[in-house]
Nanobody
Framework: QVQLVESGGGLVQPGGSLRLSCAAS????????MGWYRQAPGKERELVAV???????NYGDSVKGRFTGSRDNAKSTVDLQMSSLKPEDTAVYYC??????????WGKGTLVTVSS
């Protein structure tokens, strides 16, 4: 089992920045991919950024050039630096962990609200 705990959500004005962090615990040796997904009201959950064990990052199209994902394997953490935030970035952001055995784990989510 893997536990994922997010932190760093909140209210930010359009054009602002915010940083999310996620810490993994439990069977961390089994984790291959870590990253972030988000779900806005009335919409499906979508990819934000995922990072493989060797550091390869895959971004969702809507956040490319604005968001930066990073991962610290030694600390079992994954961060998301969000810049140039837009109201449409408002969503619950979920930390994701995928294992080599293709089991998916999710955090409880942290709300990001972009509004003036």
């Amino acid at each position: 089992q893997v536990q994922l705990v997010e932190s760093g959500g909140g209210l930010v004005q359009p054009g602002g920045s915010l940083r999310l962090s996620c810490a993994a615990s439990g069977s961390i040796f089994s984790i291959n991919v870590m990253g972030w997904y988000r779900q806005a009201p009335g919409k499906e959950r979508e990819l934000v950024a995922v990072i493989t064990n060797n550091g390869r990052v895959n971004y969702g199209d809507s956040v490319k050039g604005r968001f930066t994902g990073s991962r610290d394997n030694a600390k079992s953490t994954v961060d998301l630096q969000m810049s140039s935030l837009k109201p449409e970035d408002t969503a619950v952001y979920y930390c994701y962990g995928g294992t080599y055995g293709e089991t998916n784990y999710w955090g409880k989510g942290t709300l990001v609200t972009v509004s003036s």
